[in-house]
Nanobody, 115 residues
Framework: QVQVVESGGGLVQAGGSLRLSCAASRIIFRFNAMGWYRQAPGKQRELVAAITSGGRTNYADSVKGRFTISGDNAKNTVYLQMNSLKPEDTGIYYC?????????WGQGTQVTVSS
């Protein structure tokens, strides 16, 4: 069993920055991968960024060059640094842990970008 807890969401103006954190209950380098997803009102949940246990990263085209995913093994935490935020980045951001053939989700954190 794995628990993941997100934090760091909030309200920010367009062009601003936020850093999301995802704290895991297990050592994160034992995970296959961890990722950030978001869900905007009326839309499906989509992958924003992911990082494997080997450190490989993957980003949605819409956030490349603006968002950075990273992990801190000592803190069992994965971060999502979001810069140059746009109103279309608004949504609930969820952390996902891919571990032992199961996927574990957090409760989500709201990000709202005002124009």
């Amino acid at each position: 069993q794995v628990q993941v807890v997100e934090s760091g969401g909030g309200l920010v103006q367009a062009g601003g920055s936020l850093r999301l954190s995802c704290a895991a209950s297990r050592i994160i380098f034992r995970f296959n991968a961890m990722g950030w997803y978001r869900q905007a009102p009326g839309k499906q949940r989509e992958l924003v960024a992911a990082i494997t246990s080997g450190g490989r990263t993957n980003y949605a085209d819409s956030v490349k060059g603006r968002f950075t995913i990273s992990g801190d093994n000592a803190k069992n935490t994965v971060y999502l640094q979001m810069n140059s935020l746009k109103p279309e980045d608004t949504g609930i951001y969820y952390c996902n842990a891919d571990f032992a053939r199961n996927n574990y989700w957090g409760q989500g954190t709201q990000v709202t970008v005002s124009s």
